[in-house]
């Protein structure tokens, strides 16, 4: 099993979904910097279940536990060891269907590679383990601040077909919070609330896209060949579940255009070289140029449906079945500070690896005071 992301800041993550809990190490966090329980646990509330009427009924906590790494508010510079305890399983729920491969579910393709499954909720593959993601995306989140300042926004950009209106460079994280849907268009958060509301009732999903933005994004992350910013981010967010497609700047839109209107013209602003419009999202030739970077990730509807189902059992068997347990009806509103995790996790990764990749940049590391 592959559980480790990144090159210099490394996250390894564990546990399963009705397991007795999930946790990540982190290696390769810098010592000093400043990290509270708090910082990590608001980012955890973001994502937990039982948040509203349009999320699973799951009632976990997701408390914390910061096991090791961290001392008097600080970074030791050590693997760092986060814990948090599942309290509320119901494997129970999944007995009549342990034996069946759910349709749209990693049930059969698990099998087939690993002989074995963890058929409670998912095991491995359930949701679940996002939690311990986002968990170390709040230290990434605090170091990517410290070096850079980089901003990192995310937000529901659509639910079936309804599309929000929004501006990319405007929008807040206020605006994103202020609904449930985590929309900041407030028309559209109303009818993505009631289309998920009534996919619930009729027992069933909706899919639908996350836009994100990054801010303050140095020029120069990533190589050119394989170790792409944009390949990173796309492996970073295309790692989440139910993701199903990404877009970096204009996107599949780029299909439609002619070199003279994709290129970003090049000018200088205020005695800085910038780029006058930003079809490219902030990233050429695999590498950020200091504009702002923005895109899209594509979730597909939540596997579990309480509708009958085709499939077949263990036995090649086929038979109908109806899902039951707790599920999302549309996983986009808690997806939101998922994506914003990956994306701290690959930038903070990059930032690292910035720091030696030229000789000058070397030379002011090994001549800073103290």
């Given at each position: 099993?592959h559980n480790t992301?990144?090159h210099l800041f490394?996250i390894t993550?564990f546990?399963?979904?009705h397991g007795?809990g999930?946790?990540?190490?982190?290696?390769g966090?810098?010592?000093?910097?400043?990290?509270?329980?708090?910082?990590?646990?608001?980012?955890?509330?973001?994502?937990?279940p039982?948040q509203s009427?349009?999320?699973t009924?799951?009632?976990?906590?997701d408390?914390v536990q910061i096991q090791?790494?961290?001392?008097?508010?600080?970074?030791?510079?050590s693997?760092?060891?986060?814990?948090?305890?599942?309290?509320?399983?119901h494997s129970?729920d999944?007995k009549?269907?342990?034996d069946?491969?759910?349709?749209?579910?990693?049930?059969?393709?698990y099998?087939q590679k690993?002989g074995?499954r963890?058929w409670r909720?998912g095991?491995?593959?359930?949701n679940?383990e996002t939690a311990?993601?986002?968990?170390?995306?709040?230290?990434?989140k605090?170091?990517n601040?410290?070096?850079a300042?980089?901003?990192?926004?995310?937000?529901?950009d659509?639910?079936?077909?309804?599309k929000?209106?929004v501006?990319i460079?405007?929008v807040?994280?206020?605006?994103?919070?202020?609904h449930?849907?985590r929309?900041?268009?407030f028309?559209a958060?109303k009818?993505m609330e009631?289309?998920?509301?009534k996919a619930?009732e009729?027992g069933?999903?909706l899919g639908?896209?996350?836009k994100?933005?990054i801010?303050n994004?140095p020029a120069g992350?990533?190589?050119p060949?394989f170790n792409?910013?944009s390949s990173?981010?796309?492996?970073?967010?295309?790692s989440?579940?139910?993701?199903?497609g990404?877009?970096?700047?204009?996107g599949?839109?780029?299909?439609?255009?002619k070199?003279?209107?994709?290129?970003?013209?090049?000018?200088?602003?205020n005695?800085?070289?910038?780029?006058?419009s930003?079809h490219?999202?902030?990233?050429l030739g695999g590498i950020?140029?200091?504009?702002?970077?923005?895109g899209s990730?594509?979730?597909?509807?939540?596997?579990?449906?309480?509708k009958?189902?085709?499939t077949?059992?263990?036995?090649q068997?086929?038979?109908?079945?109806?899902?039951?347990?707790r599920?999302d009806?549309c996983v986009l509103?808690r997806?939101?500070?998922i994506?914003?995790a990956?994306?701290h996790?690959?930038l903070?990764?990059h930032l690292?690896q910035?720091?030696?990749?030229n000789?000058?940049?070397?030379k002011r590391?090994f001549?800073l005071?103290?």
């Amino acid at each position: 099993m592959h559980n480790t992301f990144g090159h210099l800041f490394q996250i390894t993550t564990f546990g399963e979904s009705h397991g007795p809990g999930i946790g990540v190490i982190i290696d390769g966090c810098p010592s000093l910097l400043p990290i509270s329980e708090q910082e990590i646990q608001k980012e955890l509330n973001r994502r937990k279940p039982g948040q509203s009427a349009i999320t699973t009924p799951r009632k976990e906590k997701d408390q914390v536990q910061i096991q090791s790494g961290i001392f008097e508010g600080k970074t030791l510079g050590s693997p760092i060891s986060l814990y948090i305890a599942n309290e509320d399983q119901h494997s129970q729920d999944y007995k009549n269907i342990k034996d069946l491969f759910r349709p749209g579910h990693a049930d059969f393709s698990y099998q087939q590679k690993y002989g074995t499954r963890d058929w409670r909720g998912g095991g491995r593959s359930s949701n679940r383990e996002t939690a311990a993601r986002v968990a170390a995306g709040a230290i990434a989140k605090k170091l990517n601040l410290e070096l850079a300042g980089v901003d990192v926004l995310a937000w529901v950009d659509q639910v079936y077909n309804i599309k929000a209106e929004v501006n990319i460079e405007t929008v807040t994280e206020k605006e994103v919070e202020m609904h449930i849907t985590r929309c900041p268009d407030f028309m559209a958060s109303k009818k993505m609330e009631e289309a998920i509301l009534k996919a619930k009732e009729e027992g069933d999903s909706l899919g639908g896209a996350v836009k994100f933005r990054i801010k303050n994004c140095p020029a120069g992350l990533g190589g050119p060949v394989f170790n792409k910013l944009s390949s990173s981010l796309a492996n970073a967010l295309m790692s989440i579940n139910a993701t199903k497609g990404f877009e970096l700047g204009v996107g599949s839109q780029v299909s439609q255009y002619k070199g003279s209107m994709h290129n970003d013209p090049i000018i200088l602003r205020n005695g800085k070289i910038k780029t006058l419009s930003n079809h490219a999202g902030g990233i050429l030739g695999g590498i950020s140029n200091g504009e702002t970077i923005y895109g899209s990730l594509y979730f597909k509807p939540t596997a579990t449906i309480k509708k009958m189902q085709k499939t077949v059992d263990i036995h090649q068997k086929e038979i109908e079945f109806q899902a039951q347990g707790r599920h999302d009806p549309c996983v986009l509103p808690r997806a939101v500070p998922i994506v914003e995790a990956m994306l701290h996790l690959c930038l903070a990764d990059h930032l690292l690896q910035s720091v030696s990749a030229n000789l000058p940049n070397l030379k002011r590391f090994f001549s800073l005071p103290g």
